[in-house]
C-alpha cells in the first residue's frame, strides 16, 4: 500500500515534499465515513480526497480505493474511455469541482495498474493541479507527515 501512495504522490503532485501540507494532506483513518465505510487514509488536495482506502464494516478485509481524476482529460482517448469502464468509472458530484470522474478498484494491484496509464496520470494530474490553484489545503489539522515520510522513501 506505501509504495502504491508514494507512486501517487510522484506522479500526481508536483514536488511532493515541497508543497505537503501546503496544498495537500494525508490523513490516517480520517473520520469519513466512519459508521459504514470508513477511510484507512486519504490523500487530500484543497478540500477533496482525490486517493482514498476505505473498507465495508461488514466485511473488514475487503478494500475499496478510489481514485479521482479529472473526467475530461480521462475520457479524451478511445482506448482510455474502453479501459474506465473495468475501472468502475463514475461520475462524481462536487459542488466545488465539476468534471471528477471516480475510478473505483478494490486492489491495490488494480490501482497501481491504472497508475501506469498515462492519461489516468494526467487526469490526476490535472485535477491535482486544478484544486492546488484553489488554494491551501484545508485538513492540515489531520495531515500526518510521519506517514508521508514512509510512503515517499519506498
Excluded at 491504472?114 to 494530474?125: E, G
Excluded at 485535477?127 to 488554494?135: A, I, P, S, T, V
Aim: glycine share 6%; aromatic share 8%; proline share 6%.
Amino acid at each position: 500500500m506505501a509504495r502504491l501512495v508514494g507512486a501517487y504522490l510522484r506522479l500526481t503532485i508536483p514536488v511532493p515534499e515541497q508543497t505537503e501540507c501546503d496544498f495537500w494532506t494525508l490523513t490516517a483513518l480520517p473520520g469519513t465515513n466512519a459508521g459504514t465505510y470508513p477511510r484507512l487514509f486519504s490523500v487530500s488536495v484543497h478540500a477533496l480526497e482525490t486517493l482514498y482506502v476505505c473498507h465495508d464494516r461488514r466485511r473488514q478485509q475487503a478494500l475499496h480505493i478510489c481514485l479521482n481524476v479529472d473526467k475530461t482529460v480521462a475520457e479524451s482517448q478511445l482506448r482510455t474511455r474502453l479501459r474506465l469502464r473495468a475501472m468502475r468509472a463514475t461520475p462524481a458530484r462536487y459542488r466545488f469541482r465539476p468534471g471528477v470522474l471516480a475510478l473505483r478498484f478494490g486492489s491495490v494491484g488494480g490501482t497501481y495498474e491504472a497508475l501506469t496509464r498515462p492519461q489516468i496520470v494526467r487526469a490526476a494530474r490535472r485535477l491535482n493541479l486544478d484544486l492546488m490553484r484553489k488554494g491551501p489545503a484545508l485538513n492540515w489539522k489531520t495531515h500526518c507527515p510521519e506517514l508521508v515520510r514512509h510512503v515517499l522513501s519506498d
